[in-house]
């Protein structure tokens, strides 16, 4: 894989002894089939695409219960075992009875344990006790998001040095964050493995309908409703001028608890759509397709999935000038620094068809050559056989998945 001014190539080590029945157990997400954010979409790419390559799959799966019944419990399904946990807590206590549980559950069973982030890592203190091989996606750097207390991102800070010491292997998924990892750990337990998205040729245009929109007459936004995330300037920079028919759709959970989302509420006016947060994935697959740009204002993190997806959609995108959305986006994007410069790149991409056009087909090369699903995968696959000691699964494997 390659980006823009910066080589993207994933040479693991290859161990020549083939096994027989490869074995891998997910963690770090609230469960498949996936109904929330990036990592259980992840997770269940991932999850179906190894039980196709002949893998036994465990995927860990949260259920909150008022009062904890039977603990851990298993179901199939597509030929995964979902591994259900049962917590009765709430909120981020409940995260953190998830994850001890998990990993509890996890040191009973064979293989490569995969951890999809580093919130909770100092519960891998016991899957390294209990020797096993631990692959962590280390996400973010969470603990420099400004929504967070001094405790909590102290919390974030310790765990990011317990994950990347505890772990057998790092996976980064932007080069920035392997730079970041790297001053944790030696670049050779460093991997760079981006996130992955399919191509969107076509979509209805009833989900865009039924929300009040007309296709092509609107830009969307599709994050959380956070201050790192730049969602009030995005609304304020689009309500600063008169913008004619076209709206501005932002979808997020808001919450009139927290100061931050009412001010977005209260500045959003009748121009801007917010019908919160829509998971069903061929009704946000229809917005992105459909919006004539993507708006997308992170400032923390590494390869953004939301960003892959849109780029995925043909999407041209106005993003926060940065050097992680410069590396994902690159050509596909306009950029900007504040509100002034956001407000102007708006009225470019409402005034310049041809400045539109461009950036979607810059947007579907960049999808198309670094943010595969099938690389992504394999590359992932290609780190837990290295774990486990082997270069391939077993031929008979191979050849099952192959014809099935």
């Not at 161990?15 to 997910?26: D, G, H, V």
């Not at 280390?138 to 207390?149: A, F, L, Q, T, Y």
């Not at 245009?205 to 929109?213: D, H, K, M, N, S």
């Not at 708006?346 to 068809?353: E, N, Q, S, V, Y």
Request: proline share 5%.
């Amino acid at each position: 894989m390659t980006g823009p001014g910066e080589s993207f190539i994933l040479k693991p080590e290859r161990p020549s002894t083939p096994i027989e029945k490869p074995s891998i157990l997910i963690l770090g997400t609230r469960g498949i089939p996936a109904s929330h954010g990036g990592f259980e979409t992840f997770a269940e790419r991932l999850a179906l695409f190894l039980a196709a390559r002949g893998w036994k799959v465990g995927v860990y799966c949260q259920k909150e219960v008022e009062r904890v019944g039977q603990r851990v419990t298993i179901d199939t399904w597509r030929g995964i075992e979902l591994i259900t946990i049962e917590v009765a807590s709430r909120g981020p206590r409940a995260t953190l009875e998830f994850d001890w549980q998990c990993v509890l559950d996890a040191a009973r069973r064979p293989g490569v344990c995969l951890v999809l982030g580093y919130n909770g890592a100092v519960f891998l203190t016991w899957l390294r006790l209990m020797r096993r091989k631990i692959i962590t996606n280390m996400d973010g750097i969470e603990w420099r998001r400004p929504k967070w207390g001094p405790a909590a991102r102290a919390w974030f800070w310790l765990n990011e040095w317990i994950g990347a010491w505890l772990s057998h292997r790092l996976i980064a998924d932007h080069p920035a964050i392997a730079d970041h990892l790297a001053t944790r750990r030696p670049r050779s337990a460093i991997a760079t493995i981006a996130y992955g998205a399919d191509p969107v040729t076509s979509a209805p245009e009833e989900p865009v309908r039924a929300l009040g929109l007309e296709p092509g007459k609107y830009l969307v936004s599709i994050a959380r409703i956070e201050p790192d995330n730049n969602i009030l300037p995005i609304i304020e920079a689009f309500r600063r001028r008169e913008r004619g028919d076209m709206k501005l759709v932002v979808l997020g959970t808001l919450n009139n608890d927290i100061p931050y989302h009412r001010a977005v509420r209260e500045a959003a006016g009748t121009t801007v759509v917010m019908p919160g947060a829509i998971y069903d994935h061929s009704t946000v697959r229809a917005l992105r397709y459909h919006a004539r740009a993507y708006m997308h204002g992170h400032t923390v993190g590494g390869t953004n999935p939301s960003l892959v997806e849109a780029l995925a959609a043909g999407n041209m995108v106005i993003a926060h000038d940065n050097r992680y959305n410069r590396w994902v986006a690159g050509e596909a994007a306009i950029y900007f620094n504040d509100t002034d410069s956001l407000s102007a790149r708006i009225d470019a991409a409402l005034a310049d068809d041809a400045l539109v056009a461009r950036c979607s087909k810059a947007a579907r090369a960049r999808a198309s050559e670094d943010f595969r699903w099938e690389d992504v995968l394999a590359a992932y696959e290609k780190e837990a056989l290295r774990q486990l000691g082997a270069a391939t699964a077993a031929p008979a494997q191979a050849d099952r998945a192959k014809h099935a």
